[in-house]
């Protein structure tokens, strides 16, 4: 397993995938301001994604803010307004279409925003038995400095909690990649991985991560015939979300 970077989406030809893929700058300038202006002004955070540690109260260690869009079957969360996921259905849509496939059992699309001092646990998007699965990562931040942490990490094998995390990744991590604006990762669900929080150079920071998964694909020949109504919109105007919500 390694991380590799490319330069634009390919069409997947086998499964499950074998390595991580890094692509930089997905969306145009002006798609991803859009939706980092959108997301970032948007009320339906709430402090939900609760992250516990092995202790014996068993209460959370902290927890980081979070908004869901979709769950199974792309079924709307009960307290999110079917206007308010229109981008996100678009960005779907984008990637079964780039990268040649459509998810057959939808999982989760949904937002995370870590800050300092609340990293993320190790985890895995699915079950063992779930050959067929992409998970996706995508970075909505408009300005990141590199020095400011929030580094992806990617290990052999699973950890409960945050008791232990550090050391956990010195001995188990396979690979990383750097937290920057506009990246998009693609990778193997089942791949154990967890985000660094925003250290203390970025104590008014917040580090955003679009997630999108699925259990189950199927690997499409000619991805045009996916939706044929998809276009590639250059100006994240109201026509943009006319268009999706069609």
Same mark, same amino acid.
């Given at each position: 397993?390694?991380? +590799?970077?490319?330069?634009?989406? @390919?069409?997947?030809?086998?499964?499950?995938?074998?390595?991580?893929? +890094? &692509?930089? #700058?997905?969306?145009?300038?002006?798609?991803?301001?859009?939706?980092?202006? @959108?997301?970032?002004?948007?009320?339906?955070?709430?402090?939900?994604?609760?992250?516990?540690?092995?202790?014996?109260? %068993?209460?959370?260690?902290?927890?980081?803010?979070?908004?869901?869009?979709?769950?199974?079957? &792309?079924?709307?969360?009960?307290?999110?307004? /079917?206007?308010?996921?229109?981008?996100? *259905?678009?960005?779907?849509? *984008?990637?079964?279409?780039?990268?040649?496939?459509?998810?057959?059992? @939808?999982?989760?699309?949904?937002?995370?925003?870590?800050?300092?001092?609340? /990293?993320?646990?190790?985890?895995?998007?699915?079950?063992?038995?779930?050959?067929?699965?992409?998970?996706?990562?995508?970075?909505? #931040?408009? @300005?990141?400095?590199?020095?400011?942490? %929030?580094?992806?990490?990617?290990?052999?094998?699973?950890?409960?909690? &945050?008791?232990?995390?550090?050391?956990?990744?010195?001995?188990?991590?396979?690979?990383?990649?750097?937290? +920057?604006? #506009?990246?998009?990762?693609?990778?193997?669900?089942?791949? /154990?991985?967890?985000?660094?929080?925003? #250290?203390?150079?970025?104590?008014?920071?917040?580090?955003?991560?679009?997630?999108?998964?699925?259990?189950?694909?199927?690997? +499409?020949?000619?991805?045009?015939?996916?939706?044929?109504?998809?276009?590639?919109?250059?100006?994240?105007? %109201?026509?943009?979300?006319?268009?999706?919500?069609?």
């Amino acid at each position: 397993m390694k991380v +590799v970077h490319i330069d634009k989406p @390919f069409k997947i030809q086998d499964m499950p995938l074998k390595d991580i893929y +890094v &692509l930089d #700058n997905w969306l145009s300038t002006e798609l991803h301001h859009y939706f980092d202006k @959108f997301i970032s002004n948007s009320s339906w955070w709430s402090k939900t994604n609760s992250v516990s540690s092995q202790s014996p109260t %068993g209460l959370p260690h902290h927890s980081f803010w979070g908004a869901s869009f979709f769950r199974d079957n &792309l079924e709307i969360e009960h307290d999110m307004k /079917p206007e308010d996921t229109f981008f996100v *259905r678009y960005l779907i849509k *984008r990637l079964e279409t780039e990268f040649g496939f459509k998810y057959t059992r @939808f999982q989760y699309a949904g937002l995370n925003s870590q800050t300092q001092g609340c /990293p993320g646990t190790i985890h895995t998007d699915c079950k063992d038995d779930d050959a067929w699965n992409i998970s996706f990562l995508y970075y909505p #931040n408009r @300005f990141w400095n590199k020095n400011w942490g %929030g580094t992806l990490r990617l290990l052999d094998k699973g950890h409960q909690g &945050l008791d232990g995390r550090k050391e956990h990744i010195e001995k188990h991590q396979v690979a990383e990649t750097e937290f +920057v604006p #506009n990246r998009l990762i693609m990778f193997d669900g089942r791949i /154990p991985h967890g985000a660094d929080a925003p #250290n203390e150079s970025a104590r008014y920071m917040d580090r955003k991560s679009l997630v999108i998964r699925g259990d189950e694909v199927e690997l +499409v020949k000619d991805s045009n015939l996916l939706y044929k109504d998809f276009v590639r919109p250059t100006e994240p105007a %109201g026509s943009l979300q006319d268009h999706i919500l069609k």
